[in-house]
């Protein structure tokens, strides 16, 4: 029964994650932003734990906010003030396009509208009519079209502009821009309409630092345009099919590029030749290109380049040796190559590693050897590889270790006391069927860790004895079907954690929801596939923090927890059943 | 209360306000007049003039100053604002960093 289902994530591209700073925030369908608003801003301020004093310009803020159509006209008041105005507006999502009107004229200089909900063309005058005062606009997920855009040209000054998802902006709404050259960063994420005849204009954006075209399938061709923007250090041309060699030519003479994304391109070993003068390129992102390891060679006398993701290319063994050239490298994914144990000799000089991805790669513990010396090393994926127990001993030394993935490994138990030394470890991911409580009591020492992933070990009452070590616990996942109500009495003292997913355990009863309960942090819950019952939902209602909650296949109804979303959970953004 | 806890706000029609000093230094630009070292004038007379803030707004601001105490100590009540005062007290608001 239970753990017969597992599953593993994080496969999918994380085009838009390259190196962690890029925001997931836009989408226009799938966004959460405004979901969050519910929160009434006086809880926001308690969960910090003390009183804040709202200042009387913020009373005065929130006052205006609330009686905003009593208002003419904001033109008169200093502009700093009728920012803080506007963002309020925008914030409680009072804004809307009759009192948008009040700010005609405002010089305001910032205008962040990113996923708003209404934005038109008809919203246009009006930010437009900040004229030179404006310095950044957002009008990302917006309903905007060229003509809306007819007039931005009156705003010389603007820094800023982010367009994404915009897709009813094409070439000619592009067109609108081109004198527009205090322009350091230009976004158009997922845009259909753009092609390289629209990207002319771009030429003329000579202080453009920053470019994202993510997602636009048109642009093939257009990026000569960009030859003489030398100030460009930032290029994401992620997922966009149509980049091919040729469009990497151009590239060749923006020596001050620092970023470079064309992950999902049909960039090949020849296109990535044109980058090899690139000296201060840090990043370069090339998941899913029909690359090999001969395009390494390229890449060779890039002495600045810290990341480098290769991941889901045609890399094998084959020309492996020059990731040996490549010194300075920090960040390093591999994921999803056929390449086997004798790559990671060449990785053993690497001593900046600080992050190591070799998720579904042909390694086992051979090849662990290479890795020993590598104590730099915060983060290490080792999911769906052949590592084993003898693997493990190779890891014992990486002492600043954070994070470590060996979720579809062969391990076993007898293992995982070479982990027991690895004070650092801040997450752990044991999805692995042989892994059973005695494995976990090899771990009592790391009692740092706040990710722990047991999703289809063989976790029994017993072993949550051990769980109590783990007093930072902030996510647990045990779902090997082998929990009663008696073990969850050992989780309910983790009181810092926020994810708990107990779900396939069949035996579970009413009797852990009310344990659970006193697990006021949560805020994702999954407590599926168990004998819980509508009766047991009551336990629930002190989990006021709780913002997700399953309890699939169980007995409660998608009615049940309406009534409990509606009558003591508001903040719940998504339950199942629904 | 003694003279030297207290301060005088005088408002542009000349008006003044004898306040708590602890209420005043609510504000940070008053806080900063009264506590600079040897700087301003304001310091010494523990006086302080408001040629741009009228009587009614300057009344307003000192039961700020009170209520902004007592929200502090744990009394979290509700600071009415009259609509038609508004945009002049935020004005104010804003010159006094309050």
């Known amino acids: ?578 | 209360m003694k003279k030297e806890d207290t301060v005088k706000l005088i408002s542009a029609e000349g008006f003044e306000f004898v306040v708590d000093k602890n209420a005043a230094m609510v504000s940070q630009t008053i806080r900063n007049m009264l506590t600079s070292p040897g700087g301003f004038a304001e310091t010494e007379h523990r006086e302080v003039t408001f040629p741009e803030i009228s009587t009614t707004i300057l009344e307003k601001i000192c039961q700020y100053f009170y209520w902004s105490l007592q929200y502090a100590s744990g009394k979290e009540t509700e600071f009415h604002i009259e609509p038609e005062l508004t945009l002049e007290l935020m004005m104010a608001a804003n010159y006094l960093h309050t």
């Open chain 1, 1 to 578: 029964m239970g753990g017969a289902c597992s599953r593993k994530r994080d496969q999918q591209t994380n085009e838009e994650n390259a190196h962690g700073g890029v925001s997931r925030r836009y989408s226009k369908s799938g966004s959460s932003k405004w979901l969050g608003t519910s929160f009434s801003r006086a809880s926001v301020d308690k969960k910090e734990g003390n009183v804040i004093c709202p200042s009387l310009m913020e009373l005065c803020i929130y006052k205006i906010s609330e009686e905003i159509h009593e208002y003419g006209t904001f033109s008169m008041i200093p502009r700093d003030i009728s920012q803080q105005i506007f963002n309020e507006l925008v914030y409680s999502q009072r804004l809307n396009e009759a009192c948008l009107e009040a700010f005609q004229d405002c010089a305001l200089q910032d205008i962040n509208l990113g996923e708003y909900p209404g934005v038109d063309d008809a919203w246009m005058d009006v930010i437009c009519s900040q004229g030179s005062s404006l310095l950044s606009v957002d009008l990302s997920g917006s309903d905007v079209t060229d003509s809306g855009l007819f007039h931005i040209s009156d705003c010389k000054n603007v820094e800023a502009l982010n367009f994404n998802f915009c897709d009813q902006i094409s070439d000619v709404g592009l067109g609108r821009i081109s004198g527009l050259s205090n322009l350091t960063t230009l976004s158009l994420k997922r845009n259909n309409s753009i092609t390289a005849k629209g990207m002319s204009v771009l030429s003329g954006l000579v202080n453009l630092l920053k470019l994202d075209l993510e997602r636009c399938p048109g642009v093939h061709g257009g990026l000569v345009h960009l030859r003489g923007l030398k100030k460009l250090e930032a290029l994401n041309v992620n997922c966009c099919n149509c980049i091919t060699d040729a469009d990497m030519k151009p590239l060749s003479e923006l020596t001050n590029l620092k970023e470079l994304q064309i992950s999902c391109s049909k960039v090949t070993d020849h296109g990535v030749t044109f980058l090899k003068g690139l000296h201060k390129l840090a990043l370069l992102n090339m998941e899913r290109c029909p690359i090999t390891a001969a395009c390494l060679g390229s890449l060779s006398d890039i002495a600045a380049l810290l990341y480098l993701d290769v991941s889901k290319s045609n890399l094998t063994d084959d020309g492996c040796d020059k990731f040996s050239k490549l010194k300075s490298l920090k960040v390093l994914n591999l994921g999803f190559n056929e390449i086997s144990d004798a790559v990671l000799a060449h990785l053993k000089g690497l001593i900046h590693l600080e992050s190591l991805n070799l998720d579904s790669c042909k390694i086992g513990d051979e090849g662990l050897l290479h890795l020993a010396g590598l104590d730099h090393l915060k983060c290490l994926e080792l999911s769906d590889t052949e590592v084993g127990n003898n693997g493990l001993r190779h890891l014992s030394g990486l002492v600043n270790l954070e994070s470590l993935n060996l979720s579809f490994t062969i391990i076993t138990d007898g293992g995982l006391r070479n982990l027991s030394k690895l004070s650092s470890l801040r997450s752990l991911n044991l999805d692995v069927r042989q892994i059973t409580d005695a494995g976990l009591a090899a771990l009592t020492s790391l009692t740092g860790l706040t990710h722990l992933d047991l999703f289809c070990a063989k976790i029994t009452d017993t072993g949550t004895n051990y769980l109590r070590n783990f007093k930072n616990l902030r996510s647990l996942e045990i779902c090997g079907g082998g929990l009663t109500d008696a073990g969850v009495k050992n989780i309910k003292n983790l009181r810092s954690l926020m994810l708990l997913n107990l779900s396939q355990n069949n035996h579970l009863t009413d009797k852990s929801l009310e344990l659970i309960s006193e697990l006021t942090q949560l805020v994702s819950l999954n407590v599926s596939s168990s004998r819980v019952t509508s009766a047991g939902l009551q336990h629930l209602t002190k989990l006021k923090n709780l913002k997700s909650l399953s309890l699939e296949s169980t007995k409660v109804t998608a009615n049940d927890i309406k009534r409990l979303h509606e009558s003591h959970l508001p903040d719940l953004v998504t339950f199942r059943p629904e």
